[in-house]
């Protein structure tokens, strides 16, 4: 069974800091997709940043980026510059593309506090 | 586009009541999720659909728990009888078959079974 783990329950950063969040995933597949979302206080989940298996060149949107690194089944979030509006849980998630499901698979989340 | 509308937002029930959750995904998107999210077990998959028919419901907890969608803009998700263990944040989200941009997740419901 496929799983993903996040390691750190709780984190804080000052804010400008840059912090990094950390993912582990377990599959046997060669081909999925990595997903990070956010769940602010308001509870919407949000997807900040997405990755392709297949693609070697980490992805970035704006402050956030990710290390992907594929052989060791490791997805890490980096968040560049904190704000405050970055507080809230973050959820590392997996979507194997056996036989055609769309599942996500979540961690259990890590809850980041931007302090000022 | 309005987002995966849910509702209620909140709701607060008895035990031994019937509660029913709804869902309107985004439209043009073929693919719905509903997810449970509580403390203890994180964000689980119930169920999902794709063009209106039930792919895998291998997450459903018991037979208390149903789910439908009786077409593209509508479903809904029943638990009778309602339990105290059922309390928990019930998402719905939709997608795009093969698009994997990801889900858009509703902005859930919180269920407090007293």
């Known amino acids: 069974a496929q799983t993903v783990t996040q390691s750190q329950p709780e984190m804080s950063v000052q804010e400008a800091e840059t912090v990094t969040l950390s993912c582990t995933y377990d599959?046997?597949?060669?081909?999925?997709?990595l997903f990070w979302y956010k769940q602010p206080p308001s509870r919407q989940m949000i997807l900040v940043i997405r990755?392709?298996?297949?693609?070697?060149q980490n992805a970035t949107e704006n402050r956030f980026s990710v290390n992907f690194q594929k052989a060791a089944k490791s997805f890490s979030l980096k968040i560049s510059d904190s704000q405050l509006g970055d507080t809230a849980m973050y959820f590392c998630a997996f979507a194997p593309l056996q036989g055609g499901s769309e599942k996500l698979v979540f961690g259990k989340g890590t809850k980041l506090t931007v302090n000022p | 586009d309005a987002g995966v509308i849910q509702s209620p937002r909140h709701e607060v029930t008895e035990m031994g009541q019937e509660v029913t959750l709804r869902c309107k995904p985004i439209s043009g998107h073929n693919s719905l999720f509903w997810y449970r999210q509580t403390m203890m077990r994180g964000l689980e998959l119930l169920i999902y659909f794709n063009n209106n028919v039930p792919i895998d419901d291998s997450g459903m907890p018991e037979d208390r728990f149903s789910a439908k969608m009786p077409n593209a803009s509508f479903s809904t998700l029943k638990i009778q009888p309602s339990e105290p263990r059922d309390s928990a944040v019930y998402f719905c989200?939709?997608?795009?078959?093969?698009?994997?941009?990801?889900?858009?997740f509703g902005s859930g419901t919180r269920l407090t079974v007293v």
């Open positions: 990755q392709e298996a297949y693609k070697q």
């Open positions: 989200a939709s997608s795009l078959t093969g698009g994997w941009g990801g889900y858009t």
């Open positions: 599959t046997s597949e060669n081909n999925y997709y």
